[in-house]
């Protein structure tokens, strides 16, 4: 029985990954479109092909954290985490669902932490409240970062844009921000996901990343002739969608597939990094599917209803949004050993009120819209928790567990 409940909880966890992919969708992509510089398709296929990149390379790193970071899984038997998964991963896809259909954009980080609780408590399994108070806490700080940071890239990119520049200045700057952000992503791969040394690490980044920058720059020059403040713009914008992506893959990964690696290597035998990354892939799949499907109901609100978005707005937004992703997946993992989940839609709509702000004030900010969408934000945890443990108590009943 408890292999039937494991083999419905894993198209369970496509089922959230189909969910995360209709819901997050626009968190990477919502400034490109809003700035008019992508269509909504072209942009989701940019999201589809870098969040995957992100969840396969670096999602193992906050996956550890939704699997067995909450609750203390290893205690427990087959029996009991193939139906707590079941419980929490469900809870999570049914509020996450409704949402979706009223194009809310709520935190599916937040869903599957209440999916994750709610089975927890009502099975008794020791809870790791330490590691919860941190994650609750990045949860709170991740937006209000956001909100800050998007200001003051605003101001800042505003600042720089006022002074006549050559196009070669322009080209170094684009030059410059993909070594940077190619420099980050691949020092982490090598250094976390393949546990190379960090002398080799930082060697190999830095050659590939010289090779990886300078073929972008050439190839930039070679589409538009040179690079003018408008090409500029517009070639911030893609990089920014990219790099934003790939750090939603990294960090929203796990709130698909984290509940299933402690089952899946139990039940296969598989090495821990082995499964993860076989969760990955299934993860990839179904974000992707539900990016195309469902991914324009809540894209269509935070694009163009949260605030008024241009070029120079959409990309100071866009990055902070991708920085404070970027780094609450990667720091803690450096410090502390696990990656922190926090909610890439709160960073991404936070990101957009800060742009708001920025330009008019709380003029600039559509107050309905916002406050609805901090009211579903308030309403997730709780009510994920209560959905969670209402599955697992009647499933543990119906199966006699």
């Not at 800042?156 to 200045?169: I, V």
């Not at 750090?247 to 690696?261: E, I, K, L, R, W």
């Not at 600039?364 to 009510?383: H, Q, R, Y």
């Amino acid at each position: 029985m408890e292999l039937v409940i494991y083999g419905v909880g894993l198209a369970l966890s496509f089922y959230i990954a189909w969910c995360l992919g209709a819901n997050d969708a626009a968190n990477p992509t919502d400034c490109a479109v809003g700035a008019g510089a992508l269509s909504m398709r072209r942009a989701i296929i940019l999201f589809a092909i870098f969040a995957a990149a992100g969840g396969i390379l670096l999602g193992p790193m906050v996956m550890k954290t939704v699997d067995r970071g909450l609750v203390d899984r290893e205690s427990l038997g087959i029996e009991v985490l193939a139906v707590g998964s079941f419980s929490a991963s469900l809870s999570a896809g049914l509020w996450i669902t409704f949402c979706t259909y009223r194009g809310m954009p709520v935190s599916t980080t937040h869903s599957i932490i209440g999916g994750v609780i709610g089975f927890g408590l009502i099975s008794s399994a020791p809870m790791r409240w330490n590691n919860l108070y941190t994650v609750i806490l990045g949860l709170i700080v991740s937006p209000l970062l956001a909100i800050i940071l998007s200001a003051g890239l605003y101001l800042s990119l505003r600042n720089y844009f006022k002074r006549e520049r050559t196009e070669r200045a322009n080209l170094m700057a684009i030059y410059a921000l993909i070594f940077l952000l190619s420099f980050s992503c691949l020092f982490m791969i090598l250094y976390q996901t393949l546990g190379l040394k960090s002398f080799d690490a930082i060697l190999m980044a830095l050659i590939s990343s010289f090779v990886f920058s300078t073929i972008l720059a050439y190839a930039v020059k070679a589409k538009y002739g040179g690079c003018n403040v408008s090409n500029l713009l517009y070639v911030l914008l893609i990089v920014g969608l990219c790099f934003s992506a790939f750090a939603f893959g990294a960090n929203d990964m796990a709130n698909a597939t984290g509940v299933f690696v402690t089952p899946t290597q139990k039940i296969t035998g598989n090495p821990t990094f082995v499964t993860m990354f076989l969760l990955s892939l299934l993860g990839s799949a179904g974000i992707a599917f539900g990016a195309f499907t469902w991914g324009y109901k809540v894209l269509e609100v935070t694009a163009y209803k949260v605030t008024r978005l241009d070029i120079l707005t959409g990309a100071a937004a866009e990055y902070a949004n991708a920085i404070v992703v970027f780094l609450f997946t990667v720091l803690p993992s450096l410090f502390l050993g696990f990656g922190l989940p926090i909610s890439t839609t709160h960073a991404s709509v936070g990101s957009l009120i800060g742009v708001g702000l920025a330009t008019k004030g709380l003029g600039g900010v559509n107050k309905g819209i916002t406050g609805k969408i901090i009211a579903f934000w308030i309403l997730t945890i709780p009510a994920v928790i209560l959905i969670s443990m209402s599955l697992f108590w009647l499933i543990s009943k119906m199966v006699g567990i």
